[in-house]
């Protein structure tokens, strides 16, 4: 509950701020608010710079869109509403300007107030999606994986299925662990690997029968899956399990694990897996301590997936 602290700083101003609407004109606001609205808070740098903050600015910033900036990195997962108190408090800002910068952003749309508390709107998000929607899959999955990779220290990859080869797309390596050099645009058989099998699992039957019928099946380790009716058997697994491990059959001595990575329809449109050595690392040991992990990577990349996603008609 907020006090009457967190109205405006005059009478008048209290009135107005419990019966005007975001929209409103802030008329009531006191002396209070000249620090940072006066003819000198201008687009220069040493326009009312705020007091301890001796670092020096450039000629060209403008500290009314930093202090705005800083209005909204209030809010977040732990402090989805603030009063106006909050706001000040937490930006430094006295509560007449936190309340003029509160109602600018409730006229633009990026917030919204019942009077007292002060929440951010889906609006915001607009701010984060003309770059997110400039970048490809592999832009978006990249520090996702490079972060998956420095959490469990294992290689972490991206790929896609093309025809009967998934194609790596985006990699974080750690350590090499194949004798084949992996990069971006490798490709191997989807059969014989962890990612390919959670590709073929989000095939519709039909596309999977017609997968089938071109595969060729070479066996690259005696644990190789040689056969369509082992390969069906493995699929159904995994989409029953939500995710593959596949044990030395790419390269003896290599095991790894993948889990599907779905676009905003829900469709699987890749597949990240986490590779390590089998010396280091038994079955168990991945789908208890990896798995999470890499499970955790893929609906952080979906995220974002579904943040840039045209929205549906």
């Not at 390596?173 to 989807?190: D, L, W, Y």
């Amino acid at each position: 509950m907020s006090t009457p602290d967190d109205t405006a700083a005059t009478p008048g101003a209290e009135t107005a701020e419990r019966a005007d609407s975001p929209g409103s004109v802030d008329t009531a606001d006191t002396a209070d608010a000249v620090d940072t609205e006066q003819a000198g808070d201008t687009e220069q740098a040493g326009d009312t710079e705020q007091a301890g903050d001796a670092a020096p600015r450039a000629t060209h910033h403008v500290q009314s869109l930093e202090r705005g900036l800083a209005v909204i990195r209030t809010f977040g997962a732990g402090t989805p509403q603030r009063t106006l108190s909050e706001v000040a408090k937490e930006t430094g800002l006295t509560r007449a300007a936190a309340r003029r910068f509160l109602l600018t952003l409730a006229d633009l749309g990026y917030v919204r107030t019942d009077g007292k508390q002060f929440s951010l709107t889906a609006k915001v998000l607009e701010l984060g999606y003309a770059f997110l929607s400039g970048l490809s899959l592999p832009q978006l999955a990249q520090p996702h994986l490079e972060h998956l990779s420095a959490q469990v220290r294992e290689s972490s990859s991206m790929s896609v299925l093309e025809g009967t080869d998934i194609v790596y797309v985006a990699r974080a390596a750690v350590s090499r662990i194949m004798t084949v050099t992996i990069s971006v645009g490798t490709r191997f058989p989807a059969h014989a690997t962890s990612m390919g099998h959670v590709l073929l699992a989000g095939l519709s039957d039909d596309e999977f029968g017609e997968y089938l019928a071109r595969a060729s099946f070479d066996r690259f380790t005696d644990r190789t899956i040689d056969s369509a009716a082992a390969l069906r058997a493995e699929v159904a697994a995994v989409r029953e399990q939500g995710y593959a491990l596949v044990d030395q059959e790419l390269e003896a001595g290599l095991r790894s694990i993948a889990v599907p990575v779905r676009g905003a329809d829900g469709d699987v449109v890749a597949a990240v897996n986490l590779a390590t050595h089998a010396s280091r690392t038994t079955p168990e040991s991945m789908q208890g301590e990896l798995l999470p992990a890499l499970r955790d990577a893929a609906r952080r990349i979906e995220a974002d997936l579904t943040a840039v996603a045209p929205p549906r008609a």
